[in-house]
Antibody, heavy 125, light 108 residues
């Protein structure tokens, strides 16, 4: 059974750094083709992909946010951590982590098939 | 960057068919994924590789992809299908995951 759970602060002050942890079970991030993505959703708005870390520790960031993002993994703890610097009110929203698959045969990333329930983060002074 | 365009809303009577479009440049050359998101919940994958259904998803859900438009079709619409639906692709140039703007489906 695959599960993911996001954890982190519910409230962050402007200019501070947000650190979120995704703790997962039911799969291993050392298995070829397995990745984890972070996705966020401002209240009432659309999904926005933030970053991805792959089984081989390769990392990819949203082109528009890459200067503020850092993703890392701890395979011994089955955790993926996302850091976002210089938080602003517009960063308020629900942050999800999701298992992401890479099709080794075709050489392409595919679907986000299991998601955590999300963590609501409010940026306010 | 690659852009996906969806209509903001679709309203259909129960038992009828809802069609949700996702426009993108030569999207037929990409694999398209569709997610259902009910209020307050995480997204759920309902279509992958443009036309395939994960196990547990009713066969009322189907997908197609041609030219510059991918389509999610929900047949025999039920009240429980009310949700936001998002299409998703990967932008090969940036290696970024791209979501559409989302479509709210209302069952009249």
């Amino acid at each position: 059974q695959v599960t993911l759970r996001e954890s982190g602060p519910a409230l962050v002050r402007p200019t501070q750094t947000l650190t979120l942890t995704c703790t997962f079970s039911g799969f291993s991030l050392t298995t070829s083709g397995v990745c984890v993505s972070w996705v966020r959703q401002p209240p009432g708005k659309a999904l926005e992909w933030l970053a991805r870390i792959d089984w081989d520790d390769d990392k990819t960031y949203n082109t528009s946010l890459k200067t503020r993002l850092t993703i890392s993994m701890d395979t011994s703890k089955n955790q993926v951590v996302l850091r976002m610097t210089n938080m602003d009110h517009v960063d308020t929203g629900t942050y999800f982590c999701a298992r992401t698959s890479y099709d080794i045969v075709s050489g392409s990333y595919t679907f986000l098939d299991f998601w955590g329930q999300g963590a609501l983060v409010t940026v306010s002074s | 960057s690659y852009v996906l365009t969806q209509p903001p809303s679709v309203s259909v009577a129960p038992g009828q068919t809802a069609r949700i479009t996702c426009g993108g440049n030569k999207i037929e050359n990409k694999n398209v994924y569709w997610y259902q998101q009910r209020p307050g919940q995480a997204p759920v994958l309902v279509i992958y590789y443009s036309t395939d259904r994960p196990s547990g998803i009713p066969d009322r859900f189907s997908g197609s992809n041609s030219g510059n438009t991918a389509t999610l079709t929900i047949s025999r619409l039920e009240a429980g299908d009310e949700a936001d639906y998002y299409c998703q692709v990967w932008d090969g140039d940036s290696d970024n995951c791209v979501f559409g703007s989302g479509t709210q489906v209302t069952v009249l």
